[in-house]
T-cell receptor, first 116, second 115 residues
């Protein structure tokens, strides 16, 4: 079946640095990818919808200058957490929809960010 | 190998009836967590219920309950008294707590509640 891969799965960085997380659809083209953040009480918040070749659509309350999303190709979307702070520490997960085939939504395995 | 399997791509249920959404998982870790999320058409992911592998009792949250059968590696979601607003995609997920701490999702089940 279709696979979505995220990298890195874990990253630790110092406060003030930027961190890039990649989301790749491995065997299908994804014109749309989604980025979520999981909070400690298990809820998964949709941060933004990443559209290939155009600007991402951010959900209300999500700072677009803080969380930069680039969907440069049909198989890759990146989330860059800029000037990371400890409160940005979280679990970030992406998903991609296989529109060409079944239309199913596939999730990456997530990336755990720890900001020191 | 697939970590989470949801074999029902689509389910229909009559309003006010109960429905069970199937989920089986595969892990060799002794400690893990199981989640169910609801995704309406808006795209947001709504957390419904959580079951820890060492929890003695099945988790319940309002109309949602998790039928956890550890030996069979299944974690079915039961929704009682279905409402029209329950129509959505439902995703089962598992986290290997002692492993890489990744979160694995199933492919989801689309539930349609019929009035």
């Amino acid at each position: 079946g279709a696979v979505v891969s995220q990298h890195p799965s874990r990253v630790i960085c110092k406060s003030g640095t930027s961190v890039k997380i990649e989301c790749r659809s491995l065997d299908f083209q994804a014109t749309t990818m989604f980025w979520y953040r999981q909070f400690p009480k298990q809820s998964l918040m949709l941060m933004a919808t990443s559209n290939e070749g155009s600007k991402a659509t951010y959900e209300q309350g999500v700072e677009k200058d803080k969380f930069l999303i680039n969907h440069a190709s049909l198989t890759l979307s990146t989330l860059t957490v800029t000037s990371a702070h400890p409160e940005d520490s979280s679990f970030y997960i992406c998903s991609a929809r296989d529109f060409e085939n079944t239309g199913e939504l596939f999730f990456g395995e997530g990336s755990r960010l720890t900001v020191l | 190998a697939q970590k989470i399997t949801q074999t029902q791509p689509g389910m229909f249920v009559q309003e006010k009836e109960a429905v069970t959404l199937d989920c089986t998982y595969d892990t060799s870790d002794p400690s893990y967590g199981l989640f169910w999320y609801k995704q309406p058409s808006s795209g947001e992911m709504i957390f419904l219920i959580y079951q820890g592998s060492y929890d003695q009792q099945n988790a319940t949250e309002g109309r949602y309950s998790l039928n956890f059968q550890k030996a069979r590696k299944s974690a079915n979601l039961v929704i009682s008294a279905s409402q029209l607003g329950d129509s959505a995609m439902y995703f089962c997920a598992m986290r290997d707590i002692t492993g890489a701490n990744n979160l694995f999702f199933g492919t989801g089940t689309r539930l349609t509640v019929i009035p």
